[in-house]
């Protein structure tokens, strides 16, 4: 009875470490077992986005393996103490899943976006329309009466690096200008609209 040992989880083994009749000592590792509905995932965050999570904030998470499986879920703890590796801070952050994904296999890479701010009926254009000005200051073109592009000054809001609220400077139904880069058959580089 002395030599039984109990999990403290209910869940499934996936490594075993010993072999019947062999030695072990209180600091051998004997096995790895984990919970079989894979609900929690630990995830890194930049030092510029820790600051805005906490605690029951809502997440969404996809996976680079499950296409097209979108799980909800929510921040279970944020951890304040941060890891550096070659200079890049990150601070670990544990996700709970609001139910088990099917498919989902432990050490998956997974995407979680946490929903930090909401706004409705707001005027957005694409974040990359959004240019700054020689003073660092945020600017948009717009498309003039006469065809020509107008640089034009913003105050901007939210801003999920796909979309950025627009709070002032622009109107609804105007044409902004986004720049593209487009490969020259001669450089290899260009500048496009």
Do not use: C
Not at 46 to 70: C, H, K, T, W, Y
């Amino acid at each position: 009875e002395a030599a039984t040992l109990k999990s403290p989880i209910d869940g499934t083994v996936l490594d075993l470490y010993v072999a019947p009749n062999d030695w072990a000592s209180a600091s051998t590792q004997i096995a790895y077992i984990a919970d079989p509905s894979l609900r929690h995932i630990v995830a890194q965050v930049n030092e510029v986005d820790i600051v805005r999570l906490s605690v029951g904030q809502p997440v969404r998470v996809s996976f680079d393996a499950l296409p097209g499986v979108m799980a909800t879920g929510h921040v279970e703890k944020v951890n304040v103490r941060g890891q550096t590796d070659q200079g890049v801070v990150t601070y670990q952050v544990e996700i709970v899943l609001d139910e088990a994904v099917e498919g989902l296999i432990q050490g998956m890479t997974a995407t979680v976006r946490v929903l930090v701010g909401e706004r409705d009926n707001v005027l957005v254009v694409p974040a990359a329309a959004v240019q700054y000005d020689m003073m660092g200051e945020p600017v948009v073109y717009v498309r003039a009466d006469d065809g020509s592009w107008v640089s034009t000054s913003v105050e901007l809001g939210m801003n999920d690096g796909i979309v950025v609220e627009v709070l002032d400077g622009i109107k609804e139904g105007q044409t902004v200008r986004i720049p593209v880069t487009i490969a020259s058959p001669t450089t290899g580089e260009g500048v496009g609209e």
